[in-house]
C-alpha cells in the first residue's frame, strides 16, 4: 500500500469494480457456444459423454450384479478383522466422531473471532456443510445400502449425532488452535487405543478400507513433517545436512514405489540390529510409503520455501528474530500457503498409492475387491467389473473429498487472490 509523502497516511487501494455474476444462459453462450468450432466442440464432446453416462448408469442400476458387493461389504471394509471385535471398530468411531467435530468447530469459532477482531479477512463461505461434506455422506449411504443392517444405520446415526454435537460445542468453547489440534490428537489416540487396547487387534490383522484408511492418514501425518524438514534441510548452510537431504531426496524420487515397498517388507529385518523383533509387515509397508512421499513432500515444500521474498527475511533479521523464529513464524507459513495445491495433489497420490501393497500380500481395499470374485459362489461368473468399480468409486469418494478441501481451503486464505 502507498502512502503520502507529507502526511505518511497510507493511501487507500483502489477498489475494483464488481463483476456481474452471469446467468446460466449467458454463460454457456460465452464459454460453449462462443464460435461456430465452440458450438461443434461442445455438440461432439457433449454427445460423447452422455453415451457414456448412459451406458454407466445401464450397468450400474441395471446391468451389473451388486450381490457379490452386499455379501462381501464387511471383508471390504475390515478383511480379516475377527468378526467378535467389530464393536471395537463401531466404539472407535463413535469416539473420532464427537472429536473430529469439536475440532470442526472450533476452528471455524477461531475464524470467526479473527474476522470481528480484524485480524483475518473474512471470506464468505461458498459451500454448506452438506456440500462440503457431500462426497463421504455419499459414501456412507451407499456402504449402508449395501449392508442393508439395521443396527448398522443406527450407529451410523450415532456416530453423526455425536459428531453434530461436538461441532455445536467446539463452536461455543472455541479454543485455541494449539489446544484443539491436542483435543483432535487426543481422540484420535483414544480411538486407536479402544480398538488396540486391553487385548484388542494389532494393525497387523487389519484389512480392507480399514487398512486403506490406517496407512493413508498414517503416511500423509508422518511424511508431511518429515518433508518440510528435509526441505529445510536441503535449503541449510551446513554442507553435511544439505548434502544428506539431497542423497536422500534424488534416491527415494528415482526409486518407483514399488521397488520400496520391495525393500521394505524384504530389507527392513537385515537392517535391525540381533534380537530386535522385526515389525509387522503393516508398519514395514507405512515405512516405505513415508519415506517415498517424504522425498515429494520435500521438493514441494522447497518451491514454496524459494518463493519468499527476501526482504521478508532479511526484515526479520533487522527486528533481531532468531533463526528458528524467522523460520516458524515468517518463512513457513508463507511457503506452505503457496504450495497447498501441490501438497494435496500428493496426499492424493499416496492415498491411492496405498493400493500398492497388494503386492507384498496385504490385504487392503483392491486385493479384497479381486479375491473375493475367486469365492466358491462368485468364482468364474465374470464379477470383476462390479468389485473394481466399487473400489474405484471409494478411491474417488475420498479423492474427490480431499480436492474439494483443498480448494476451500485454497479461498479462505485467499490464495491466487490476494
Known amino acids: 500500500m502507498a502512502t503520502r509523502i507529507d502526511t505518511l497516511e497510507p493511501i487507500p487501494a483502489p477498489e475494483r469494480p464488481p463483476q456481474r455474476r452471469l446467468s446460466p444462459r449467458e454463460w454457456a453462450r460465452e464459454n460453449l457456444f462462443g464460435s461456430w468450432l465452440d458450438t461443434v466442440l461442445t455438440v461432439v464432446f457433449g454427445l460423447v459423454v452422455a453415451w457414456l453416462v448412459y451406458r454407466l448408469g445401464k450397468f450400474v442400476f441395471v ?25 471395537r471398530v463401531w466404539a472407535a468411531l463413535l469416539v473420532l466422531g464427537p472429536s473430529l467435530g469439536f475440532g470442526a468447530g472450533s476452528a471455524a469459532a477461531a475464524r470467526r473471532r479473527e474476522a470481528e477482531e480484524g485480524r483475518a479477512a473474512v471470506v464468505p463461505e461458498r459451500a454448506s456443510a452438506l456440500r462440503r461434506l457431500g462426497p463421504l455422506l455419499l459414501l456412507v449411504g451407499v456402504l449402508l ?5 439395521f443396527q448398522a444405520t443406527l450407529l451410523t446415526l450415532a456416530v453423526g449425532v455425536l459428531g453434530v454435537a461436538g461441532y455445536l460445542l467446539g463452536r461455543r468453547v472455541a479454543l485455541s488452535g494449539r489446544r484443539t489440534a491436542l483435543v483432535v490428537l487426543l481422540g484420535i489416540a483414544a480411538a486407536y487405543v479402544v480398538v488396540t487396547g486391553f487385548g484388542g487387534v494389532g ?20 511424511a508431511f513433517p518429515f518433508g518440510v524438514l528435509l526441505a529445510l534441510g536441503r535449503r541449510s548452510s551446513l554442507p553435511v545436512v544439505r548434502a544428506v537431504c539431497v542423497a536422500y531426496i534424488e534416491l527415494f524420487r528415482g526409486v518407483p514405489l514399488i521397488a520400496v515397498l520391495f525393500m521394505g517388507a524384504f530389507m527392513i529385518g537385515f537392517l535391525l540390529p540381533a534380537g530386535v523383533e522385526r515389525p509387522s509387515l503393516v508398519t514395514r509397508a507405512l ?37 528458528f523464529r524467522i523460520t516458524t513464524r515468517i518463512v513457513l507459513p508463507q511457503a506452505l500457503r503457496t504450495v497447498i495445491p501441490g501438497l494435496v495433489g500428493q496426499f492424493i497420490s499416496l492415498f491411492k498409492d496405498t493400493s500398492l501393497v497388494a503386492i507384498i500380500g496385504l490385504t487392503e481395499l483392491l486385493n479384497v475387491s479381486r479375491n473375493i470374485t475367486a469365492q466358491p459362489d462368485f468364482i468364474a461368473q465374470g464379477l470383476i467389473v462390479e468389485t473394481l468399480l466399487f473400489a474405484a468409486f471409494v478411491y474417488w469418494t475420498g479423492a474427490y473429498w480431499m480436492s474439494r478441501e483443498s480448494q476451500r481451503l485454497e479461498r479462505r486464505l485467499g490464495l491466487g487472490e490476494r
Open 63 to 87: 446391468d451389473a450384479r451388486w450381490e457379490i458387493i452386499e455379501r462381501n461389504i464387511t471383508n471390504l471394509m475390515v478383511s480379516r478383522f475377527p468378526r467378535d471385535e467389530l464393536w
Open 287 to 323: 515405512i516405505a510409503l513415508v519415506l517415498f512421499t517424504a522425498a515429494y513432500v520435500a521438493e514441494i515444500v522447497r518451491g514454496g520455501l524459494q518463493g519468499v521474498p527476501a526482504g521478508q527475511v532479511e526484515a526479520a533479521q533487522a527486528l533481531g528474530l532468531s533463526h
Open 203 to 222: 494393525w497387523e490383522d487389519w484389512g480392507g478400507f480399514m487398512l486403506t484408511i490406517l496407512l493413508a492418514v498414517g503416511g500423509i501425518l508422518l
Open 145 to 149: 445400502w449395501f449392508a442393508q443392517s
